[in-house]
């Protein structure tokens, strides 16, 4: 994947899946007696989007220092790509759970929340994961080729 393509989406779709996850956080909070929200279920929801909250944030530092890294030798970006690939795998179930909150008997505007969230989460795990499979998994000549093409395009001035 291309370094622009990887960091811009990288970026933007964990500043959304941030977004999301606060206001599902802030709706079930604040909404409680209107929408007929159990205490059990909405600390199920708080605790879910806290994690989610959690991880966006660290999707959103590791985008921020990605140029960073990309400018250092291959071995960093052999170590970065080892890092956000098992910091995804842990954050796989949580997206896993996530839908077990559509077998709960939730009000129409928090299903359509959890929707969208889903719909991010899986742009968000597949973006990091195509990414490490292209650091991690292809030949190393095809690997430094490509390091070198992203590094002469867009961090050498």
Same mark, same amino acid.
């Given at each position: 994947m291309d370094y622009k393509d990887f960091h811009d989406g990288l970026l933007s779709i964990s500043l959304i899946q941030f977004i999301m996850s606060l206001t599902f956080l802030i709706g079930s909070i604040v909404l409680k007696p209107y929408i007929a929200l159990e205490p059990k279920e909405r600390d199920f929801i708080v605790i879910l989007t806290v994690l989610n909250m959690s991880f966006s944030i660290y999707y959103i530092i590791e985008a921020l220092r990605l140029e960073k890294v990309?400018?250092?030798?291959?071995?960093?970006v052999f170590k970065f790509g080892k890092r956000i690939g098992i910091v995804s795998l842990v954050y796989s179930p /949580?997206?896993?759970? !996530?839908?077990?909150?559509?077998?709960l008997d939730l009000h129409e505007l928090q299903v359509m929340?959890?929707? $969208?969230?889903?719909?991010?989460?899986?742009?968000? /795990?597949?973006?990091? !994961?195509k990414e490490v499979y292209d650091l991690l998994f292809i030949t190393e000549a095809e690997r430094k080729f490509? $390091?070198?093409?992203?590094?002469?395009?867009?961090?050498?001035?």
């Open positions: 990309f400018k250092l030798e291959d071995k960093h /949580l997206y896993l759970i !996530f839908f077990s909150l559509l077998f929340i959890v929707y $969208l969230n889903l719909i991010i989460n899986t742009m968000l /795990l597949g973006v990091v !994961f490509e $390091l070198e093409k992203n590094r002469k395009l867009y961090l050498e001035p």
